[in-house]
């Protein structure tokens, strides 16, 4: 077990709607990044949080957006969805302020969306 | 831009030794990481070059030339479980985002 908590571990959704994945870091981590998955494929970052400021982003879709709250835990929000949408979303966190000097992530279980 | 390339698939016996190789471009390079998934699971780490040479961890080795932009990961005596996905991941660029290759698929057989 990472330590890292995501939520729903499953989400069936409809094209053209909006979807909210939560994420709780491991205790005392304060670096929180999002990843997106498709079929396949690798890894594709989309963007870091560090104590509720973003730092880092990758190719994120407008449609996309997240956020980072005082209590650290953050949310990824999906709107406008779309087929190509399906994938495992994971969140993942550290305790540095960015990922640097090879500090491990430590990665949730992932949320699976699938959009129909 | 930063790109990274490894095998798509690897097969091997248990018992044997593999090794997943990975090259990578990348600007502002900091290290080569190595990350397991086991069938859509969860990413965990596995190990991490800064500089030039093998590091050993247990049945896991991983190897960096910074000079040829290249790493690999040695597996040795494999077993049932290690058969996964192998991530490389390289961390630099102007935002220091970790970006990951496509991974290597291994399958070890009996």
């Known amino acids: 077990d990472s330590g890292v908590t995501q939520t729903p571990k499953h989400l069936i959704t409809a094209t053209g709607q909006r979807v909210t994945l939560r994420c709780s870091p491991r205790?005392?981590?304060?670096?929180v990044y999002w990843y997106q998955q498709s079929l396949d494929q690798g890894l594709q970052f989309l963007i870091q949080?560090?104590?509720?400021?973003?730092?880092a982003k990758g190719n994120i879709l407008e449609r996309f957006s997240a956020q980072q709250f005082p209590d650290l835990h953050s949310e990824l929000n999906l709107s406008s969805l779309e087929l190509g949408d399906s994938a495992l979303y994971f969140c993942?966190?550290?305790?540095?302020?960015?990922?640097?000097?090879?500090?491990?992530?430590?990665f949730g279980n992932g949320t699976r969306l699938t959009v129909t | 831009g930063q790109s990274l390339e490894q095998p798509s698939e690897v097969t091997a016996v248990e018992g044997a030794i593999v090794q997943i190789n990975c090259t990578y471009q990348?600007?502002?390079?900091?290290?080569l990481s190595w990350y397991q998934q086991h069938d859509g699971g969860a990413p965990t780490f596995l190990s991490y070059n800064a500089l030039d040479g093998l590091e050993e961890t247990g049945r896991f080795s991983s190897f960096l030339s910074r000079s040829d932009s290249y790493g690999y990961l040695l597996l040795q005596e494999l077993q049932m479980k290690d058969s996964a996905s192998y991530f490389c991941?390289?961390?630099?660029?102007?935002?220091?985002?970790?970006?990951f290759g496509t991974g290597t698929l291994l399958a070890v057989q009996p």
């Open positions: 990348t600007s502002g390079f900091y290290g």
């Open positions: 949080y560090y104590n509720g400021e973003e730092r």
């Open positions: 205790s005392g981590d304060l670096s």
């Open positions: 991941a390289v961390s630099g660029g102007a935002t220091n985002k970790l970006i």
């Open positions: 993942a966190s550290s305790h540095s302020t960015g990922q640097e000097a090879g500090t491990p992530l430590h």
